[in-house]
């Protein structure tokens, strides 16, 4: 079972990254950006076959490695 | 109008971050866990609101900034 993971920082939590990005969006001529922000993108392969089994899983892979909750949110989301 | 990019890596480019990510997983006793890639995610807000001509800007912004494509592949989701 294939599993993809976004984590991405939450609302109100500074992003340097993706400042940074929109600074240099800006910098190469193109206007009407607004607010970048930049998350992590992340999949993962499981042996595991059970939805719910897989999802419980990469909780407990976002909530130990992936993620760090106090800063950031995660959505787990699984293909066949 | 926001707009949401994937960037990855191509498929057959190493990837050691994924493989650290894996290699980390396995140590904390995770099993099961086959192969890991990690690529980013950008969230961007855009003035324009017509759907095809902000698609074609953040193409653009993908070719000159956001992705190598050399080794990476993009896609990009507008929302609303």
């Known amino acids: 079972m294939k599993a993809k993971v976004h984590?991405?920082?939450?609302?109100g939590v500074l992003d340097p990254q993706g400042k940074a990005?929109?600074?240099a969006l800006?910098?190469?001529?193109?206007?009407?950006v607004g607010e970048v922000r930049q998350g992590k993108f992340i999949e993962l392969?499981?042996?595991?076959?059970?939805?719910?089994r897989a999802r419980a899983q990469i909780e407990q892979m976002c909530q130990r490695l992936l993620a760090n909750t106090v800063i950031e949110n995660y959505?787990?989301?699984l293909e066949g």
Chains 1, 2 share one sequence.
């Not at 392969?45 to 719910?52: A, G, R, Y």
């Open 21 to 23: 990005i929109g600074h």
């Open 7 to 11: 984590v991405t920082l939450k609302a």
């Open 26 to 32: 800006e910098s190469l001529g193109f206007e009407g």
């Open 45 to 52: 392969e499981l042996q595991e076959t059970d939805p719910d």
């Open 75 to 77: 959505r787990i989301d």
